[in-house]
């Protein structure tokens, strides 16, 4: 399911690359998925990039991510996310 939002994820990161060019790393978030495939809670649980407001935009994101109903109890994971630019 992450992989339809990277585009949404790399393009916020683009844009934080035009104001600071050597920004890369990875974020873990830390996000509770529901029954119904909602997520219910995400935040950052770490960074090694100097980005909060990179991060904050991410995790506004993922909070509408919708993984699909399953007959589950609600779960947290963490999840990286790796930032690198292109070559």
Do not use: H
Request: proline residues 6%.
């Amino acid at each position: 399911v992450f992989d339809r939002y990277k585009a949404s994820f790399y393009r916020l990161y683009n844009r934080a690359l035009r104001n600071d060019p050597t920004l890369r790393g990875q974020m873990v978030l830390r996000l509770t998925i529901q029954p119904d495939g909602s997520v219910s809670m995400c935040k950052l649980q770490s960074s090694d990039m100097n980005a909060p407001d990179l991060a904050d935009q991410v995790v506004k994101i993922v909070l509408t991510i919708n993984f699909g109903a399953k007959e589950v109890q609600a779960v947290t994971i963490s999840y990286p996310i790796d930032f690198l630019p292109a070559e």
